[in-house]
């Protein structure tokens, strides 16, 4: 029995000694845990984060990435109604198209996340040789083109959240936009749209996809106004200047 005890106590020992290890927790993988295959699995899962855009500490309990974003812009659609006290609806101010500005949290819900998920996208692609995707193997061509998809998708989100769109209340104002593709380094001639959308096949898509939007200022305006009160009519000119427009709250859906 005593050697039956002195052999248990031993084997404790060491059972003891070897699951132990000293451990620091972060909020990032190590230099040493970080693979090609870790940061590619890391852009879905940064999109159900919590607290993504830095202000879930604060209190903020619309912060948690993707979904809020989904909620906030159905919330603006309509779709999505709340009775009582909205004061309890965590995403009042998107529904009731209020206190969206600059100078409000609720705008690092789209801002920030989105340009985080951008550049995980990014690094992902720069550590890709792309020289000749031919000799790439299969896993490397995989990843790229899952950060590329990722990445497009992020920027329409973004050009859907912030692009204007001329509407029944307000008008486009002094702007006009012109935009182009290009693939591979080349200009990209899309066809015709199905249901408003644009496909790029992936056949044609040899090399980066780049879009580009150029805003043009219209020229303001003169007229010449009559007034009829002045003796013999005097006439006035008028250099007349749209408003600038406001700025865009509703995604275009």
């Known amino acids: 029995m005593k050697n039956i005890l002195k052999i248990s106590a031993a084997a404790l020992g060491l059972l003891l000694s070897g699951c132990i290890k000293d451990a620091t927790p972060t909020d990032i993988a190590p230099e040493d845990q970080t693979t090609l295959e870790t940061m590619v699995r890391g852009i879905p899962a940064a999109l159900v984060k919590a607290g993504s855009a830095g202000y879930a500490k604060d209190g903020q309990a619309w912060d948690f990435a993707l979904p809020a974003i989904h909620i906030a812009t159905e919330s603006m659609t309509g779709d999505l109604v709340i009775t009582g006290n909205i004061g309890y609806d ?80 307000t ?65 006035t000119h008028h250099q007349l200047r749209p408003s600038p427009s406001p700025m865009v709250t509703r995604s275009a859906r």
């Open 90 to 169: 965590w995403f009042n101010q998107w529904g009731t198209n209020n206190a969206l500005g600059s100078d409000y949290a609720v705008g690092a819900l789209t801002w920030n996340n989105y340009y985080s998920w951008i550049m995980m996208a990014n690094n992902v692609i720069n550590l890709i040789d792309e020289t000749n995707v031919a000799t790439l193997g299969a896993a490397e061509r995989s990843y790229l083109g899952f950060a590329y998809a990722y990445r497009a998708m992020f920027y329409l989100d973004l050009v859907r959240l912030y692009e204007f769109k001329e509407n029944t209340v």
């Open 171 to 235: 008008e486009a104002g002094n702007s006009t936009y012109n935009t182009t593709v290009n693939v591979g380094g080349k200009a990209y001639t899309l066809g015709t749209p199905e249901n408003g959308k644009y496909t790029i096949p992936g056949t044609d898509i040899k090399g980066d996809i780049v879009i580009s939007v150029t805003k043009t200022v219209k020229p303001s305006s003169v007229v010449s106004v009559t007034d009829p009160r002045q003796r013999g009519g005097k006439t």
